[in-house]
T-cell receptor
Framework: NAGVMQNPRHLVRRRGQEARLRCSPV?????VYWYRQLPEEGLKFMVY????????ESGMPKERFSAEFPKEGPSILRIQQVVRGDSAAYFC?????????????FGSGTRLTVV | KNEVEQSPQNLTAQEGEFITINCSYS?????LHWLQQHPGGGIVSLFM???GKKKHGRLIATINIQEKHSSLHITASHPRDSAVYIC????????????FGEGTQLTVNP
């Protein structure tokens, strides 16, 4: 009964490189949420996905950021051409249903540092 | 103005003290959540409530829907309670996404 697994835990990228962050939800959970925590700031919603569908991407920056949750495999948050301002902790959470009333679980996060 | 406001931002207490962290929100919600974040670590859900009061061990969470206010209490605080405590809401209009407060950094000294 593993929880939400995020990898890598720490990721260092040079400016202009691509960052790929992975999130494996709790077994049986088909709803995934990505949140970003900038240094000295609170958590902010980025995107909500179900298997093979993006449900709400209202928190995603318009450019360079994309997310997917394929039928098989983990959810991926991709950041292209990273800039220093992308340095943050990225958290994934999963839930078994669309309503959080049925419970949800957070991963330990990926700390992205752009140098 | 943030939709979710927490106070205080930082709180230092002595072991054994009773602690209260407050949260006010300005939007319609379906539920309010209290989360705990340890340094360098992940985020743990402590409570999810839409009315009244919930208790788990030394932690108590209350919510007043009319006043749009919630409190998290810790009784007999211990140094291991030191963490960031985050209030978040599930808004009525935005489905499952959470909107977070800035967090309260709690330090409990022995």
């Amino acid at each position: 009964n593993a929880g939400v697994m995020q990898n890598p835990r720490h990721l260092v990228r040079r400016r202009g490189q691509e960052a790929r962050l992975r999130c494996s939800p709790v077994k049986g959970h088909s709803h995934v949420y990505w949140y970003r925590q900038l240094p000295e700031e609170g958590l902010k919603f980025m995107v909500y996905l179900q298997k093979e569908n993006i449900i709400d991407e209202s928190g995603m920056p318009k450019e360079r950021f994309s997310a997917e949750f394929p039928k098989e495999g983990p959810s991926i948050l991709r950041i292209q051409q990273v800039v220093r301002g992308d340095s943050a902790a990225y958290f994934c959470a999963s839930s078994p249903r669309a309503s959080l009333s049925y419970g949800y679980t957070f991963g330990s996060g990926t700390r992205l540092t752009v140098v | 103005k943030n939709e979710v406001e927490q106070s205080p931002q930082n709180l230092t207490a002595q072991e054994g003290e009773f602690i209260t962290i407050n949260c006010s929100y300005s939007v319609g919600i379906s539920a309010l959540h209290w989360l705990q974040q340890h340094p360098g670590g992940g985020i743990v859900s402590l409570f999810m409530l839409s009315s009244g009061k919930k208790k788990h061990g030394r932690l108590i969470a209350t919510i007043n829907i009319q006043e749009k206010h919630s409190s998290l209490h810790i009784t007999a605080s211990h140094p291991r309670d030191s963490a960031v405590y985050i209030c978040a809401v599930s808004e009525e209009t935005s489905g499952s996404r959470l909107t977070f407060g800035e967090g309260t950094q709690l330090t409990v000294n022995p």
